[in-house]
């Protein structure tokens, strides 16, 4: 099976555990920080969707009316029995109609694919789902609020960000 963002998933996940140990040794600037939110939800939001294309589900893009008028690109990818070949096949130009799933709704997704981990672990749901949406707060304050650099990602915050990791 082919995972067409799978390396970029881990070279993100690698990136925001320099970033977490830079942190640990006292490098605690708004650059680390910040750096290391933005490399953790890059990360967990590409492991997602390649779980999504793995599983093939086909929730994990949608296509708009406005991109695709006919709607063949989208009957297209409805019908794809193999949604990573369906990606690997497509060209740049159709590349660029289709919209990936919101970070948001993967949150509540994730909620359905690990059902049966969450089971088997007690309290990891509520670990992840925090973790989650501290996550996507922090992301979206750093890429479209006011950033305050003393209070963006607060130790607090940090430490329950670790915690997801491990």
């Known amino acids: 099976m082919k995972r067409i963002l799978r390396d970029n998933a881990l070279e993100a996940w690698a990136s925001a555990v320099d970033w977490c140990n830079n942190i640990i040794q006292g ?20 492991f997602l969707k390649q779980y999504m294309l793995d599983i ?22 409805e019908n794809a029995n193999d949604i990573t070949q369906f990606f690997i096949n497509l060209s740049v130009e159709n590349a660029a109609k289709i919209h990936s799933v919101e970070y948001r709704q993967l949150s509540k997704y994730s909620r359905v694919f690990f059902t049966t981990y969450y089971n088997k672990h007690n309290g990891s749901q509520d670990i992840v789902d925090k973790a989650l949406e501290l996550l996507g707060k922090l992301r979206n304050d750093e890429m479209h609020f006011y950033v305050n650099k003393w209070r963006f990602l607060t130790d607090t915050e940090f430490e329950q960000l670790y915690n997801f990791m491990i």
């Open 27 to 46: 490098k605690a600037t708004l650059k680390y920080r910040k750096n290391f939110v933005s490399s953790l939800h890059n990360a967990v939001e590409l």
């Open 56 to 77: 093939n589900d086909h929730r994990v893009c949608k296509i708009p009316k406005k991109n695709d008028p006919g709607g063949v690109l989208k009957t297209q990818y």
